[in-house]
């Protein structure tokens, strides 16, 4: 098997990377099928055959393995087409995934309606057990109670079932119990237990956890399902894997088991791609800047390493599952400009998607997106979109724009610049968001430039938030997908503890044994090399909330394990906060371990080449303040060392960068634009 191939479904455009025995990373985008994703999935592949002088079949049959992401779960939480959802839980406790935790999302905002839970009341079935916090049984599990509740869900055709029961992260035993009688009685439906997916204390956020992963996990199991049968009739023998949304890649069986997981599995590979990309010297420090068709995603990468969160939420839903911090905006090319209730422009969250998708794609869209102002605007060459499969309208693109215009009383460059100025500063706030938020200097990091649209604005970006670097990669476009063939398997494992009065290092060493064992086994089919991370929340003992420390540099053997896990925790603590309390008492709440299989490393390690340095190939009129002409390179021929001064445009088949008055570009041999931003 020679080649190994990352593909990532966006709301837009679906990403295909094939890595080739000689170290190339060959590129193809195909347009998302919402209706069904594997449909794009297959057309990029074709796509990218035809690139290497293949056909499809002979691509995949000499394919070893391919990493997908996906947003079929975020998508279905979304647009609320998620399972038909039931709920077994303790007598007294149905309505906690309502109640949340007695918080509005946007807790100032008096006439907000509250959050509908996924799982409706009626089928929030109460069961007569109870296990105490300690894990003894206070009240056995009734039989009778629970066969009334299962006759409930088959009369309220549930399709998928959540069991969630007081404290059962101590003692699992009878939700075990529980999904074992609901499978037998319904072997059709998607079943999950809380335990099994979140172990931890903490009611609502498992819970809540347990409930979205029934809702999205027939949604899961139905797609990928299908995708791994299409890819086995076109001729594909090797394994499949899902990026999951802490960045490292699954099993399909263990991507349907904690379906939730995928919720993130796009942008995940956008990251992944930002830390090997941190370790091939980029740079240590990196904000991350993926910007699609319907959507930007930000996150921060330190020391080579990237944030990790567990209280995301999509659509309302909080799922507490370990994932990378990433910040999301409804800001893409294919957002709207319109006039606001105001008489203002605004500029998205609504975006034209795939279809019908801007107005210049052709395809039914009238209305202005910020790819028809960046048309308008000159940025964009209409004859080499995709290189050249797709030829943009700008007549159409120039008429959605002026309607805009002309209820707004400009000219239609006016209108235009307007959209890609209001836009960049939509981004710059989401930066602000994801840094400066944190306590993070963003002028301390560069700004690594991805997705279909970013190249045309991070610049002005960059220069609104003082950030003096941008580093624009070759495959920007599909730079998640590229990623996504330098990650490695990783399963989470956590323990609650619920240790008082200090910290009981032998208890934690045998939880950490006993993750480590689970990992080991949850791997068994996996014949590389398996490392574990070990890590752990923790918290000051009157505080309501915990950080995540990493435990890598502790010494295990040491007599003094107890201080030194406190020491780790107040310097976390410090560097968060810019304090430690070190005369408080320090609680350990979740034990956590990482379990990496090391995959074989792709040959794609660079995505450029060495060449001589390449003439511009033309000018072009663009409008920056004033309509002039502009220089054009291409990207892909571009030079080792070559120097690019602004204004300029350098653009590939799936890339386009605008650099702006006072900018310096460097071509870097190992295929990513190096940009000074406002440097001259």
């Not at 052709?362 to 080499?384: C, H, R």
């Not at 934690?508 to 590389?528: K, P, Q, S, V």
């Amino acid at each position: 098997m020679r080649y190994t191939i990352g593909i990532d479904v966006g709301g837009t455009f679906t990403d295909i990377v094939v890595a080739t025995p000689d170290g190339r990373s060959i590129i193809a985008k195909a347009a998302t099928t919402p209706a069904n994703q594997a449909d794009g999935v297959l057309d990029g592949l074709t796509f990218a055959a035809e690139r290497i002088g293949l056909t499809r079949e002979a691509l995949l049959a000499d394919t070893g393995r391919i990493v997908h992401g996906t947003t079929a779960a975020t998508n279905a939480l979304l647009e609320g087409k998620v399972a038909r959802v039931g709920m077994l839980t303790t007598a007294g406790h149905r309505d906690v995934v309502e109640m949340r935790e007695g918080l509005k999302p946007d807790r100032y905002n008096l006439r907000m309606a509250p959050p509908a839970p996924l799982v409706p009341r009626a089928l929030r079935l109460p069961v007569q057990e109870r296990i105490r916090a300690d894990g003894s049984v206070e009240v056995p599990l009734d039989p009778a109670s629970l066969e009334a509740a299962i006759a409930a869900l088959a009369a309220g055709e549930a399709q998928a079932v959540a069991v969630c029961f007081l404290h059962s992260w101590r003692n699992p035993a009878h939700e075990q119990d529980a999904a074992a009688a609901v499978r037998a009685r319904l072997p059709h439906a998607y079943v999950t237990t809380s335990a099994d997916v979140l172990p931890q204390i903490k009611e609502f956020e498992r819970f809540s956890t347990a409930v979205a992963n029934a809702a999205v996990g027939p949604v899961i199991e139905r797609y990928l399902g299908g995708l791994q049968r299409r890819l086995a009739e076109a001729g594909y023998r090797g394994e499949l894997l899902v990026i999951l949304s802490h960045g490292g890649v699954a099993s399909v069986e263990e991507a349907v088991r904690l379906a939730a997981g995928t919720a993130l599995s796009g942008p995940a590979g956008g990251v992944a791609a930002a830390v090997a990309l941190a370790r091939a010297g980029v740079a240590p420090d990196l904000i991350t800047f993926d910007m699609g068709g319907t959507s930007t995603d930000i996150a921060l990468v330190r020391g080579g390493q990237p944030s990790l969160s567990s209280g995301k939420g999509v659509a309302n839903a909080r799922i507490a599952l370990p994932s990378l911090d990433i910040v999301t905006l409804g800001a893409g090319g294919g957002s709207i400009g319109k006039q606001d209730k105001s008489g203002l422009l605004a500029v998205g969250p609504e975006s034209a998607g795939a279809d019908p998708g801007p107005a210049c794609y052709g395809q039914g869209g009238t209305q202005p997106t910020v790819t028809d102002a960046n048309l308008a605007l000159g940025y964009l060459d209409p004859a080499s979109f995709l290189g050249g499969r797709r030829v943009l309208d700008r007549a159409a693109a120039e008429a959605a724009v002026a309607r805009l215009a002309d209820a707004l009383g400009l000219s239609p460059a006016e209108a235009a610049g307007g959209i890609h100025r209001l836009v960049n500063t939509r981004m710059a706030d989401g930066v602000r968001v994801a840094t400066v938020r944190r306590g993070v200097d963003p002028r301390s990091h560069a700004l690594l430039a991805f997705g279909g649209a970013a190249g045309l604005h991070v610049t002005a970006v960059a220069a609104e938030l003082g950030i003096g670097r941008v580093v624009v990669p070759v495959a920007a476009s599909v730079l998640s997908a590229w990623g996504m063939l330098n990650t490695d398997l990783r399963i989470e494992l956590m323990r609650s503890l619920g240790q008082t009065g200090g910290i009981d290092t032998a208890a934690l060493a045998t939880a950490f044994a006993a993750m480590e064992a689970e990992g080991r086994a949850r791997l068994a089919w996996f014949d590389g090399a398996v490392a574990f991370r070990r890590s752990a929340d923790m918290r000051y003992g009157e505080q309501v909330f915990e950080i995540a420390v990493d435990l890598e540099a502790l010494d295990w053997a040491s007599p003094t394990l107890a201080t030194e896990l406190e020491e780790a925790f107040h310097r976390a603590h410090e560097s968060l906060y810019t304090y430690a309390l070190r005369d408080q008492d320090v609680v350990l709440v979740n034990a956590r371990v990482s379990a990496i299989g090391r995959l074989a490393a792709t040959e794609a390690a660079t995505l450029g080449e060495g060449r001589a340095p390449a003439a511009a190939k033309g000018t072009r009129r663009v409008h920056l303040g004033a309509w002039t002409e502009v220089p054009v390179f291409d990207f892909s021929a571009l030079g080792e060392g070559q120097v690019v001064i602004g204004p300029a445009i350098v653009e590939s088949d799936t890339t386009t960068v605008l650099l702006r008055p006072g900018d310096r570009a460097r071509y870097d041999v190992r295929g990513w634009l190096d940009i000074a931003v406002g440097a001259g």
